[in-house]
């Protein structure tokens, strides 16, 4: 049997509502791998084993690791990375299939094009236009790092692809709510566990920031009142990670030197 050339990785959580629309977009690699986080209430896994050529059920730790299990079990000499409320177009598909196959030896990876449908509608500005993440690698030149927003590291250089991967993510209020309760807990951890302390201008300055830079600067405006809602609440998400970064930061012991300098006073 000939050597798999394109496997797709697909890490999912609740996600029986976008599954099988992801794995129908991969049909033309020639294996569909699903890490399941157990912590999933509805059918994810079910529709993963039925629909997937191998499921991994693992509970989650951290995003790269979850994507690291499935990097584990993947035969392609190329991994395709897409989550599961992600369609790969056909334009896409056909870009990647004739890229790999003519693809100069220095280069270990592609970046691929994110377009954002939030809350149902296709943004032109303030969604994910400027990603370009790595998505597209050589399964032995790359592997995952970072607890939370994770990275691919590669060994070799970088290349860009054309076509773009849709990302129907928020199709409603309340998932962006729960997502954005979840994320800003990692992420705040994720800062705590490199040493960051809050400061005032996090819970000020910086969520206003975020609004102006997304609704101003990148034309959010643009997207409509969906657009205003994203930038609204991408501020929101700002403030709330840094007030749980401060709630995190309040139970952490005092330092030594504070401690000894305070027994003093009340001595």
């Known amino acids: ?21 992801c794995l129908d ?4 690699t020639d294996e569909r791998i699903v890490v399941v ?11 993963a084993r039925r629909l997937a050529d191998q499921t991994v059920v693992r509970p989650f730790d951290t995003f790269a690791a979850q994507r690291n299990a499935g990097l584990a079990r993947a035969q392609g000499r190329w991994v395709l990375a897409v989550d599961a409320d992600e369609r790969v177009t056909p334009e896409l598909a056909q870009e990647i299939q ?16 994110i377009r954002s449908i939030l809350f149902g509608r ?5 969604g994910t236009q400027l990603d370009r993440p790595l998505r597209l690698f050589l399964r032995d030149r790359g592997r995952w790092v970072g607890r939370v927003h994770e990275t691919v590291e ?3 250089a970088v290349g860009q692809l054309r076509h ?13 709510l729960s997502k954005l309760d979840r994320y800003t807990t990692l992420e705040a951890a994720e800062l705590a566990s490199r040493g960051r302390r809050p400061r005032p201008f996090d819970l000020t300055l910086r969520p206003l920031g975020t609004f102006f830079r ?21 501020a929101v998400s700002t403030l709330v990670r840094y007030a749980k970064l401060r709630e995190l930061d309040r139970t952490r012991p005092a330092p030594a030197k504070t401690l000894s300098l305070w027994a003093g006073v009340r001595s």
């Not at 050597?3 to 629309?21: M, N």
């Not at 977009?25 to 033309?28: A, F, N, R």
């Not at 997304?214 to 991408?234: I, M, N, T």
Request: net charge negative; aromatic share 8%; proline share 7%.
């Open 1 to 21: 049997m000939a050597e798999p050339r394109i496997s797709a990785l697909i890490i999912a959580r609740d996600a029986a509502h976008d599954l099988p629309g």
């Open 25 to 28: 977009s991969l049909t033309w």
């Open 37 to 47: 986080d157990p912590a999933s209430s509805d059918a994810t896994e079910a529709l």
């Open 98 to 113: 004739t890229t790999i196959a003519q693809s100069p030896p220095e280069i270990a990876g592609y970046r691929i094009p």
């Open 122 to 126: 296709p943004f032109v500005a303030s």
């Open 154 to 156: 590669l060994n070799g």
């Open 164 to 176: 773009v991967i849709d990302h129907r993510t928020h199709e409603t209020l309340s998932v962006f």
């Open 214 to 234: 997304l609704y101003l600067a990148r034309a959010g405006f643009r997207d409509g009142v969906e657009g205003f809602l994203f930038c609204s609440l991408s």
